[in-house]
């Protein structure tokens, strides 16, 4: 089990992730919101899981964590380029640009 639950965390910031830039729904509500500012900390909150363990993660771990980090980090670039379709995201200012 022990070792099973770095994958699980790190599982559940990528959920968390994916939830945040809209692609899957809250489980709980079941609504799709957008929230990039969200995203960007939870892509920080793994970095510096990163290298708070590293040398500390067994092969499988440590390109697991990679792999979630790179697949975050290349949405979330694909959903801040995207233009603004005149729907606001969470956590932006009244501003429309």
Known sequence: MEENLFIFVVSFFLNWGYQSL????????GEVKKNLEMVQKIIDILQMLKEKTKGNLDEKEEKFLTNA???????YVEEASKKDDGKKTEGETGKNS
């Open 22 to 29: 809209g692609k899957i729904a809250d489980p709980v509500t």
């Open 69 to 75: 980090i790179a697949e975050l980090q290349l949405n």
